[in-house]
């Protein structure tokens, strides 16, 4: 047990011995004369280094232009991710609901005004209009002969929305909150 002690130890003893040579004084680099790096005056403050910069930064973005506007777009439409209802413009008018979407699902709708109003026994019918668009990219709507002050919400339904092209089927519902007419 003692020799296989021993000749498992050897094998680091002999690495440590090293040929006994110092190493030279000559191998460490040497610096050339100039301007020292940091000046030490004893007894005053030495200031801080500073930098000065001449000339322009490049911008951090490159530079922006944006698509123009149209007045017949009253929507301000984004990409349909992770969106569910299609979004909508309700303005109360005087006994009417004037209604705006972005006209991007097909040229057909139908929009209802539903009344929320607490009714006992069967809830009537909405009554839905079917609107056409034009070759816009608004769809706009008026719902009229409604109860001023009476809450109502608004349904917009697109039959004939679109398909994509791995079969997914384009928004086809907007609602909104509940609103007023004048």
Known sequence: MRRVSVLAVLPFLLGACGSGSSPSASASPTVPPGEAWVN?????????????????????????SFLPTSSACAIAWNEDVEQVLIPMTVTPGAGSLKVQWPARYGKVYRVAAVPQEIVSGAQPEPKWQTVTTGDGCTGSATISGLKPGAPYIVWLDAPGTPRGLDNSRSLYSGRSGVVKPN
Do not use: D
Not at 44 to 60: E, H, Q
């Open 40 to 64: 030490v005056v004893p007894g005053r403050a030495t200031p801080s280094a500073v930098t000065r910069r001449s000339g322009t930064f490049p911008p951090a973005l490159p530079p922006v």
